[in-house]
């Protein structure tokens, strides 16, 4: 008799019973799982396409018709003079030659330009002025930047994380949808005791944080679940992707997000339950 009174005092409204532990964790898993998706490809866009910018918009070529040493030269001079290059160097010709043979085949009697490499110190820099500066001292040369593609690239990591935010708002609110009807059907089975137990003197504070309780823990428990089932599928993607992002599939993942994801699963369970159980007690009679 004691182990069953003492369960009644932990458990006054049978919530146990009354709040289906597996399909609320179940359903609370599969939104989990879809929320660590999206906070993955989230960080992995950011992380691209900054990857991207950097070595994009810091590469920038200048080119150099009729290549002669004096030419070339100067141009390297003026180049490594300015503060805004970190770095510059000429491209071999065979190396320029075995680049263009894809498209041209022999480059061999072609009048190829000289090809010079630079690196940016500064990514804010303007291309276009440094091109001016070096034109001014070795004429015809032309300088290539690659900004149209670096903005290409960011509004594109924008949309992706535009969408990667409307998806979990989308799942947050279904998981708070799925949270109140469970506490509906909760209520409803536990209605006399709940009745009983407000008649006692139970506040609604009392009443409904008991069953944000109840449900913040199974949704902490799926939200845990879905995350480590997302796991193998994140750290395969995090894989393909790790040579244009330059990281392994387990440093790219978002761990502190996906951490942090039971403790938002059981906090918007808790909100939710909340409202649901102190709307519910004030239509009583």
Do not use: N, Y
């Amino acid at each position: 008799m004691a182990e069953p009174r003492r369960r009644l005092a932990r458990d006054p409204l049978g919530l146990r019973r009354a709040m289906a532990d597996r399909l609320l964790i179940g359903l609370v898993a599969a939104m989990a799982l879809l929320a660590a998706l999206a906070l993955a490809g989230r960080s992995g866009a950011d992380r691209l396409a900054e990857r991207w910018r950097e070595g994009a918009q810091a590469a920038v070529t200048v080119q150099v018709p009729q290549p002669t040493s004096e030419r070339m030269e100067r141009a390297l001079a003026v180049l490594r003079d300015l503060p805004e290059v970190a770095h510059a160097e000429a491209v071999d010709p065979a190396r320029m030659a075995e680049l263009l043979r894809p498209w041209l085949g022999g480059a061999e009697g072609l009048p190829l330009p000289g090809v010079i490499e630079l690196r940016l110190a500064d990514l804010s820099a303007d291309a276009a002025l440094i091109g001016a500066r070096v034109a001014m001292e070795v004429p015809g040369a032309v300088t290539e930047a690659h900004g149209v593609w670096v903005g290409h690239l960011a509004a594109l990591a924008r949309a992706i994380q535009g969408l990667a935010v409307t998806v979990l708002a989308l799942v947050a609110a279904v998981a708070a949808a799925v949270v109140g009807v469970a506490v509906r059907a909760g209520l409803s089975a536990r209605r006399d005791a709940v009745l009983v137990l407000h008649g006692l003197g139970a506040t609604d504070a009392d009443v409904a944080g008991r069953f944000a309780k109840r449900a913040a823990w199974l949704a902490g428990m799926g939200a845990g679940l879905g995350t480590v089932l997302a796991l193998p599928a994140l750290a395969g993607l995090a894989a393909l992707a790790g040579p244009l992002a330059g990281e392994g599939s387990w440093q790219g993942l978002p761990w502190l997000d996906l951490l942090l994801l039971p403790a938002m699963a059981a906090g918007v369970a808790w909100v939710a339950t909340q409202a649901t159980v102190r709307r519910w007690l004030r239509r009583l009679p």
